[in-house]
């Protein structure tokens, strides 16, 4: 166990890596290893891929991944499975949340780390405090007086209570990011630029802005997947079937008192994961960036 | 130098987010707009909320169609989700001011929105429902007190549900009506004997809080009395549990981990496994057993303590009229519509029990095929043995049912003995109800 968990941490180390035979053996069993690894955390995926394929009768009785009698009902039974509208609809309505929450975040989360973290103003260090509080308080102490307020102003099942907080900064986690980065840019950069004639506004659009793009694809693509993902708020906020997300679709198909329809479920669940998948595969780079080069260095 | 280069390449990307916002806005902006053009045609919007998954969607989207049809000036919009989300976003809406006008709600849940004046009463006001066609022993299953705060939406009773083809294969006979817990135990053993130990003859009821109601139910006693206390003593508890660890010890009641799986519902259940040959279980869940098993499932009646099964007519679900609603006289019309109406119950079907009303019931047992047709003879050749049904239970039943899951799991997995864990049970559950 000890080999291969220093394995995990190092990698093969280059010394044995370069002789014969016993460097060999060491590189076979390290990538045997990760092999076994990757299979642990793969197999629910593979299943779930191969359940999707399964007729109903064997999801239930058989262990094994993959289907013995394939089928592509799962797909079309999962696409129809609620009454007046198809899971396409679902996805439409996540998409448009997730892209504009994403959208929101950006722009609102940036404008306050850079207030945060380069202006000063009176109440400064307080108010940041207060915000970093309002990562610690739960969800649930929240939702009730927000439902609430949602109501007065009549917004419920429409898109607003899940999209307007975003353009109003109340992600803090993502704002503390935002601010903890821009720190980290050396401030003689803004003093140049004020001397080049640049007053608050410009400094943050084309100076801090985009020397913040690491954390700000991070921000976008964490943004995404949690709204994207989030079932709670969407299920409190959405009453009629055509204003449905992903996330309360799938939960339609297992139900305690009635059918669980697993098939089905796991067939949307892959389309799901799809776009999730994808914005990572597309951002991925840049994340890596993000992580490796932190704005300017020396 | 540098510095002036990059603000014009960086423009772009400013730019982008500047177009993304103004895109952000206007979408926003829509949305607000198509929100107020609701209630300018003259017609009554009536909100109806639900528990159940898309079949049941189905069934009650074409019952919802029906009533719409025959009341012009009404629209229903329908929110449904599942069980447990659904609790959860009633209670914030309830919580908010914002709860639909028609509700469907849980028998465990109908004291404490009924107590927190949530619900309006149907007998008499605004709300009033004529609901002279159920059974009214059965319909003040939704009484509060004195008012009637929900009215059942459906009927189930206790049963155990039985793998037919399993026991014709062991050679073992399937119990009959009036057997005794003794021959639960006789039978259990012949299942597991004969199947060679790789099949118990029931799954364990001791987590099953609603089978310990049956068991008390048959002694003359109950889980709470009038006032909302618990209504047995440890000896009570005790007693159950040593019956079921027996069970457990000599093979005839699956072991602690299969018993576990019980909480996952039908599909994955021991009887769903093949794991053992018979379940407690009401018997509206017959259809989602059939599903999950290639077997033939038969409903029997619970066993019997001198002649009385402690079984009861109970509500599967109830709907009551929100006090908030701005239409309380169609809400009604609406739920009248629902427990009354021939027409309802064609569409609905018997996803969530037996039909309300009885004399539309009669019809529908009559009609009834396939797993639907189990389920009807099968209450209807047991009506004779249902015990009255008694009040709703109080706030805090929903802990008690998983407390019992708790503590019975702990002393099969061996970790505490049973009297330890019936003394743990009486003082967390005098606890959870007195909150």
């Known amino acids: 166990m000890s080999e291969s968990d220093q394995a995990l941490r190092g990698g093969p180390p280059a010394l044995f890596g370069r ?280 | 130098m540098r510095i002036r280069v990059a603000p014009t390449r960086r423009s772009k990307l400013a730019t982008a987010v500047i177009a993304a916002t103004a895109v952000a806005a206007s979408l926003t902006l829509t949305a607000c707009g198509g929100e107020s053009g609701g209630s300018g045609d003259g017609k009554v919007h009536l909100s109806f909320s639900w528990w159940g998954d898309a079949s049941r969607a189905k069934s009650t989207e074409a019952a919802i169609k029906l009533f719409e049809k025959a009341h012009p000036t009404i629209e229903v919009g329908t929110q449904y989700a599942q069980f447990g989300p659904y609790n959860q976003k009633l209670a914030t809406q309830i919580a908010g001011g914002g709860a639909p006008d028609l509700i469907q709600i849980d028998w465990g849940n109908q004291s404490q ?85 790789e099949v118990a003859g029931l799954s364990d009821p001791g987590t099953t809080w609603a089978a310990f109601q049956s068991w008390l139910y048959q002694r003359g006693k109950d889980l709470y009395t009038k006032d909302g206390r618990l209504g047995f003593t440890q000896a009570d508890l005790e007693g159950f549990w040593n019956f079921c660890a027996g069970l457990r010890k000599s093979g005839a009641a699956t072991p602690a981990n299969q018993t576990a799986t019980l909480a996952n519902g039908p599909a994955e259940d021991p009887l769903a496994k093949n794991t053992a040959a018979a379940e407690w279980d009401y018997d509206s869940i017959y259809a989602s057993h059939a599903a999950a098993n290639k077997d033939h499932l038969v409903l029997v009646p619970l066993p019997t303590v001198g002649g009385k099964t402690g079984m009861y007519a109970k509500p599967s679900m109830l709907l009551s009229v929100y006090a908030g609603s701005k239409h309380p006289k169609e809400a009604a019309e609406l739920l009248s519509f629902l427990v009354n109406d021939p027409k309802a119950a064609g569409a609905l079907g018997t996803s969530r029990g037996l039909f309300p009303n009885l004399g539309v019931r009669k019809s529908q047992t009559a009609s009834a095929t396939g797993d639907d047709k189990v389920v009807s003879d099968y209450e209807a050749a047991n009506a004779a043995r249902l015990s009255p049904t008694p009040t709703a239970p109080p706030k805090g039943d929903g802990q008690l049912i998983t407390l019992m899951q708790r503590i019975y799991g702990g002393i099969s997995f061996g970790q505490q003995s049973v009297a330890a864990g019936a003394k743990d049970f009486m003082a967390q559950a005098q606890q959870a109800l007195a909150k």
């Open chain 2, 113 to 197: 929105y009924a107590r927190s004046n949530t619900l309006l009463d149907l007998s008499s006001g605004a709300a009033k429902v004529d609901f002279s066609g159920l059974d009214p022993a059965f319909a003040s299953s939704g009484k509060d007190g004195d008012k009637q705060v929900a009215l059942p939406f459906g009927q189930t009773t206790q049963s155990f549900v039985v793998d037919e083809t399993e026991l014709k294969s062991l050679g073992v006979p399937v119990p009959e009506a009036g057997w005794t817990w003794d021959d639960v135990a006789t039978f259990g053993k012949a299942v597991h004997d004969r199947s060679k130990g």
């Open chain 1, 19 to 298: 002789h014969g035979g016993r460097g060999r053996g060491r590189s076979l069993l390290w990538h045997l290893s990760v092999i076994v690894v990757v299979l642990v955390v793969v197999y629910p995926v593979i299943w779930m891929i191969g359940t999707s394929f399964k007729p109903a009768t064997e999801i239930v009785t058989s262990n094994r991944p993959w289907p013995l009698h394939g089928t592509l009902k799962n797909f079309s039974a999962g696409w129809d499975a609620n009454p007046g509208v198809t899971f396409g609809h679902f996805f439409m309505n996540s998409l448009v949340i997730s892209v504009l929450a994403v959208a929101g975040t950006l722009l609102s989360c940036s404008l306050a780390a850079y207030a945060f973290a380069r202006l000063s103003f009176p109440g400064r260090s307080a108010l940041f405090a207060v915000m970093v509080v309002t990562i610690l308080l739960p969800y649930h102490v929240l939702i009730v007086p927000q439902y609430a307020i949602f109501k007065t102003f009549g917004w419920i099942n429409t898109d607003l209570p899940v999209v307007v907080p975003k353009f109003l900064a109340t992600e803090a986690f993502f704002i503390f990011l935002m601010v903890q980065f821009m720190r980290g840019i050396p401030k003689e950069i803004d003093d140049a630029a004020r001397v080049d004639g640049c007053g608050p506004y410009r400094t943050f659009l084309w100076v801090l802005l985009p020397l913040t793009r690491p954390a700000l694809i991070t921000s976008a693509i964490f943004a995404f997947i949690w709204t994207w993902n989030d079932f709670f708020t969407q299920l409190v906020y959405f009453n009629n079937t055509d204003k449905f997300t992903v996330p309360i679709g799938l939960s339609l198909f297992v139900d305690q008192t009635g059918m669980t329809s697993y098939g089905p479920m796991m067939a949307m669940s892959i389309l799901a994961l799809l776009p999730v998948f994808l914005f990572f595969l597309a951002f991925q780079r840049l994340l890596v960036d993000g992580a490796t080069s932190s704005g300017l260095k020396g």
